[in-house]
C-alpha cells in the first residue's frame, strides 16, 4: 500500500505554508476525538495494519489512505485576461471574411458553465483564525494566532434576518474569528451555530442576506453523473472544477493518532473526481443543474493534492444535521448498540459457524435498540430491511441510512436457525461518541 495520507484542512489553528511545498501545518498534526469508542471489540472494524497515522492541518484526521481537504494557501494569485478578453469579444477574420463574436454560453451548449452560474452566488470563502499551541516558543510566551481557509453554502435565510451557512466541523470548529467572504467580495463576520463531528458539519451565521443554494437529491444520483465542485482550493477563492460521480456509499476509515481505536468519520459518502483539494473543505458539490448535492469534504491522495477521488457528504445528510443544529438539538446519530466483526470465511469453517459471512455480533450495549430487540452475542446478521450484509461495514452504513426511530427487520442466524428480529433505531449515546 503506498504512503497516502487523509488530508484534513480548513480549519484552526492552522499556519500557512509555502504555496510551492504544499505540505501540511504542523498544528494540524494533533488529534481529534475518534467518533466511536475505543472498545475491544469495536462497534467498527479496526483500520487495516498498513494504516499508519499521517495527518495534515488544524485536525489531524488521520489515516494512510484519506484527508480531509485542508487550508495551504492563502494568497490568491492572479491573471490578466484582457487580452484574451478582448480578442474573443471583437469580430475575428479568417480569410478577408469576418466572423462574429462569441456567443453567450447556455445551459444546453455548455451546461458546467450554466450550472456553476446558478450555484457560485451561494458558495463563501471561509477564513477562520485561532491560537496555536504555540510549540517550541518559550515559556510564558502568549500563543500564536493562526489561520486558514476553507469554503462553505449558504443553507436557508434565518429568521428575522441573516444566512445560515453549512460547512465542514473541521474547517471550523474552536476558532476563535470566523470571516465569510461571498462572490460580492465583502467581508464579514460569522458566528458558530454548531458542529458535529461525527459528520464533519457544521453551520455557521451572518448577520447579511445571501442568496441560498438549491438542494438538490443525493439519494437518486447516478454513477457517471455530472458533478461539479466549487470552492476555494489554496485559497482561490470561488474556483470551479467538474468531473462525474465515481461510486456511492463509500464508507471511509481513519485512524486517530491513538492507534487503539479506529472509526469511520466519513459513512455513505459520494466519490467523485471532479478536483477537490485543500481549501475547497465545506464547498459545494453541485449537478448539472445547479442544486447541491454534497459538501466537499475529503480527499485520497498520496501527495497531499488531487489525485481524482473526491469525497462529499450527501446533501440529505448534511441538510439533516444543519437542521437539527440550527433548531438547537443536539444532531442524532441512527445506531444499532452491537460491537462486532465481519465473519470471513476462514473463521466461519474454524468457529463452525453456519454462514460464510456478515456481520458477527461480539457483543450488545445495553439500553439500545438491538439490546432491547433481543440481539444476542454470536448472533450472524446478514440482511436488514432485505439489503444483504456480508459486513460489519455493510450493517453500520445501512443503520447510517435509517432514521432515529425507524422500524427495521433484521435477518439474523442464531446458532443453524435463521430468524428474523424487529427492531427500533436508536441514537448513538454520547458516551461512544
Do not use: C
Not at 436488514?384 to 432514521?403: F, K
Not at 432515529?404 to 428474523?420: C, F, N
Amino acid at each position: 500500500m503506498s504512503d497516502q495520507s487523509i488530508l484534513p484542512g480548513d480549519g484552526v489553528p492552522e499556519t500557512v505554508p509555502d504555496p510551492m511545498t504544499v505540505d501540511p501545518p504542523a498544528a494540524e498534526l494533533a488529534p481529534i476525538p475518534v467518533p466511536y469508542a475505543p472498545d475491544p471489540m469495536p462497534l467498527i472494524p479496526p483500520a487495516p495494519a498498513t494504516v499508519r497515522p499521517a495527518g495534515t492541518g488544524r485536525v489531524a484526521l488521520v489515516a494512510s489512505s484519506i484527508a480531509l481537504v485542508g487550508v495551504l494557501l492563502s494568497a490568491v494569485a492572479g491573471g490578466s485576461a484582457g487580452y484574451l478578453a478582448s480578442q474573443l469579444n471583437g469580430p475575428e477574420r479568417t480569410g478577408g471574411l469576418a466572423v462574429s463574436a462569441l456567443s453567450t454560453p447556455t445551459a444546453a451548449s455548455e451546461p458546467i458553465a450554466a450550472a456553476a452560474a446558478v450555484a457560485l452566488p451561494s458558495v463563501v470563502n471561509i477564513d477562520v483564525t485561532g491560537a496555536s499551541n504555540a510549540s517550541g516558543l518559550p515559556n510564558g510566551h502568549p500563543t500564536v494566532p493562526s489561520g486558514g481557509t476553507g469554503s462553505g453554502v449558504a443553507y436557508k435565510a434565518a429568521p428575522g434576518g441573516g444566512t445560515y451557512i453549512i460547512t465542514n466541523n473541521h474547517v471550523v470548529a474552536d476558532s476563535s474569528t470566523i470571516i465569510v467572504t461571498p462572490a460580492s467580495g465583502e467581508r464579514m463576520t460569522a458566528t458558530l451555530v454548531g458542529t458535529d463531528p461525527e459528520t464533519d458539519i457544521a453551520v455557521v451565521k451572518v448577520s447579511a442576506k445571501l442568496p441560498v443554494i438549491a438542494i438538490g437529491d443525493s439519494e437518486t444520483l447516478l454513477v457517471g453523473q455530472t458533478t461539479i465542485a466549487i470552492g476555494s482550493p489554496f485559497g482561490l477563492q470561488h474556483s470551479v472544477s467538474s468531473g462525474v460521480v465515481s461510486a456511492l456509499h463509500r464508507s471511509i476509515t481513519a485512524s486517530s493518532l491513538d492507534t487503539s481505536s479506529s472509526a469511520y468519520p466519513l459513512v455513505d459518502v459520494i466519490q467523485t473526481d471532479a478536483a477537490i483539494n485543500p481549501g475547497n473543505s465545506g464547498g459545494a458539490l453541485v449537478d448539472r443543474s445547479g442544486r447541491l448535492i454534497g459538501i466537499d469534504s475529503a480527499i485520497y491522495t498520496d501527495s497531499g493534492n488531487s489525485a481524482g477521488v473526491g469525497f462529499a457528504i450527501p446533501v440529505h445528510t448534511a441538510t439533516r444535521i444543519a437542521d437539527e443544529l440550527i433548531s438547537g438539538t443536539k444532531a442524532t446519530h441512527p445506531f444499532l448498540g452491537v460491537e462486532g466483526a465481519t465473519v470471513t470465511s476462514t473463521e466461519a469453517s474454524a468457529a463452525g459457524l453456519p454462514i460464510a459471512e456478515g456481520a458477527l455480533v461480539a457483543s450488545v450495549i445495553p439500553d439500545t435498540g438491538a439490546a432491547k430487540a433481543g440481539i444476542r452475542k454470536g448472533d450472524i446478521v446478514t440482511a436488514l430491511n432485505g439489503t444483504t450484509v456480508r459486513t460489519m461495514n455493510d450493517l453500520i452504513l445501512a443503520v447510517r441510512r435509517s432514521q432515529v426511530g425507524d422500524k427495521v427487520t433484521l435477518s439474523v442466524w442464531r446458532g443453524k436457525q435463521a430468524i428474523t428480529v424487529l427492531m427500533t433505531v436508536g441514537d448513538k449515546p454520547a458516551s461512544l461518541n
